[in-house]
Nanobody
């Protein structure tokens, strides 16, 4: 079955960086566009970034443009989210998702605080 396992979250100071990873299995990863979402406390889940199946096309939420970079390794069935210049408002649980599939992992918590 489809499995998504996110990792790499943690506590970081404002201005710091983190790299999230999402290991995928159970579907044709290399043919699937992938996305990262986040859900902050008391808020709805929001789309952060999307990458095409080959990795040539990417899209970002306005709130993270220029700070976050989504990438993928189709040999490792893994999608990444490099997050730089982190702000307290980036605090959330981050989830990856295979576009078009209603399957979610447990997410990884990112806390940006001094």
């Amino acid at each position: 079955q489809v499995q998504l396992v996110e990792s790499g979250g943690g506590l970081v100071q404002p201005g710091g960086s983190l790299r999230l990873s999402c290991a995928a299995s159970g579907f044709a990863f290399s043919r699937s566009a992938m996305s990262w979402y986040r859900q902050a406390p008391g808020k709805e889940r929001e789309l952060v970034a999307t990458i095409g199946s080959i990795g040539g096309s990417t899209n970002y939420a306005d709130s993270v443009k220029g700070r976050f970079t989504i990438s993928r390794d189709n040999f490792k069935n893994t999608v990444y989210l490099q997050m730089n210049s982190l702000k307290p408002e980036d605090t959330a649980v981050y989830y990856c998702n295979a576009v078009g599939r209603p399957v979610w992992g447990k997410g990884t918590l990112v806390t940006v605080s001094s």
